[in-house]
């Protein structure tokens, strides 16, 4: 779990998807030797903080977003969400301003005004985030950010063996979105053969959702994905002999919502474990459901 305590680690003190990237593009270079295929890797300022990796002649893309949730300092010591925080007195945070780094505690008072308890005043505009912890509690792993450092996670390990793909770190997810357009239109322009795309990262688990019983297959978040492709996605995974679950919500997203609504040819599908205590410092999630969602990905990359 070393790759992924790191993961977690870089969160911190920054929260900046183009800090995430730069680990990444460090990560890629030290390791590709070990995979099946090296990758082209693409980044820089024509794709902002996002990264591109590019296997063989691809036809399926996985996307996989980077960025954090946490807190901006406002004013004084008054806090505003990034993302959907679950916030609680006593939560621990950490950050980095001009004066050095910040471990201090959010407080939240009776009206749900979020606030932080530090010996001096933190600069305006400091991101704070969970203070970073990795625990291996049984069955279970458990920390900050595992939606969606388990996405990323996932993503990596699929690129050891990856022939044919693409693999897509994209940024803003948690943040209302705004990389993916751009990210699918350079597909579209550079790549047409492309046009399909799984999304990696982590759902919540619900009454229909549980712990421990394989990797969920959205059939339908807020919005819906064209029938064929999840058809054929289903087909394959009931031959796959890889466990997992079918989920059906009305609400919710992630970058898929973004190739939903863009205007390429580009079929799409979340897939991903599922995690209780969400978006809290205690995202939990089992680990059979991670790692038949590593196998599940790497079964649908050879085989779409």
């Excluded at 970073?132 to 049984?138: A, E, V, Y």
């Excluded at 046009?195 to 339908?220: F, K, N, P």
């Excluded at 205690?282 to 649908?300: F, G, P, Q, T, W």
Aim: charged share 25%; with cysteine.
């Amino acid at each position: 779990m070393k790759l992924l305590e790191q993961l977690i680690d870089i969160a911190s003190p920054s929260g900046s998807e183009y800090h995430m990237r730069d680990f990444l593009v460090k990560y890629v270079k030290d390791h590709q030797s070990d995979w099946k295929v090296a990758p082209k890797i693409l980044y820089g300022d024509e794709l902002q903080d996002n990264l591109i990796l590019v296997f063989g002649d691809p036809r399926t893309a996985i996307f996989a977003h980077m960025d954090t949730i946490g807190f901006t300092v406002r004013y004084q010591d008054q806090l505003v969400p990034i993302g959907g925080p679950d916030a609680e007195t006593g939560y621990e945070l950490v950050g980095k301003d001009a004066m050095g780094f910040v471990d201090c505690t959010l407080r939240v008072d009776d009206e749900n005004q979020l606030f932080y308890d530090f010996p001096r005043a933190i600069a305006t505009g400091t991101t704070l985030t969970w203070k970073p912890t990795l625990k291996l509690d049984g069955e279970y792993i458990e920390g900050p950010y595992m939606d969606n450092r388990l996405g990323i996670y996932n993503a990596l390990k699929v690129a050891e063996s990856l022939e044919h793909g693409v693999i897509v770190f994209s940024s803003f997810e948690e943040h209302g979105g705004g990389s993916v357009p751009l990210l699918v239109q350079y597909l579209a322009q550079h790549y047409p053969a492309v046009r399909q795309a799984l999304i990696s990262d982590i759902t919540w688990v619900t009454e229909g959702v549980r712990h421990g019983e394989g990797v969920a297959i959205s059939m339908r978040d807020r919005n819906i994905p064209r029938r064929k492709f999840l058809d054929r996605v289903l087909d394959l995974a009931a031959q796959s002999g890889i466990a997992y679950q079918l989920e059906v919500e009305g609400g919710g997203s992630s970058d898929g919502r973004e190739v939903h609504h863009s205007p390429y040819p580009i079929d799409w599908l979340f897939i991903g474990a599922p995690e209780d205590q969400v978006h809290s410092p205690k995202e939990r999630v089992h680990m059979k459901d991670l790692i038949a969602m590593i196998s599940m990905y790497k079964y649908l990359m050879e085989r779409l």
